[in-house]
């Protein structure tokens, strides 16, 4: 279930990866709203990929304290 989550994460971030990419290449000169909404979604992508990484650390830190019993 742990690496079903870490695929899920992945992916997410490159579906917002490439959504970014689409809009970044269709923005229009001087737009804003395109600007901003780019900007949100940049953000998101990096907010995404932190979490990723923390549920990583996590996940490495909990198996190193408690190892599978091979149930």
């Known amino acids: ?4 989550l870490a ?3 992945d992916a ?3 579906l917002l ?6 809009l970044a290449s269709e923005c229009p000169e001087g737009s804003s709203g395109f600007d901003d909404l780019i900007e ?3 953000d998101l992508t990096e ?3 932190d979490m ?3 549920v990583r650390s996590l996940h490495s ?3 190193a304290r408690f190892p599978p019993s091979g149930h």
Do not use: G, K
Request: charged share 20%.
């Open 1 to 4: 279930m742990d690496t079903e």
């Open 7 to 9: 695929q899920r994460l």
């Open 12 to 14: 997410q971030e490159r």
């Open 17 to 22: 990866h490439v959504i970014v990419s689409a």
């Open 40 to 42: 949100v979604l940049a």
């Open 47 to 49: 907010a995404v990929a």
């Open 52 to 54: 990723s990484q923390a």
């Open 61 to 63: 830190d909990v198996f």
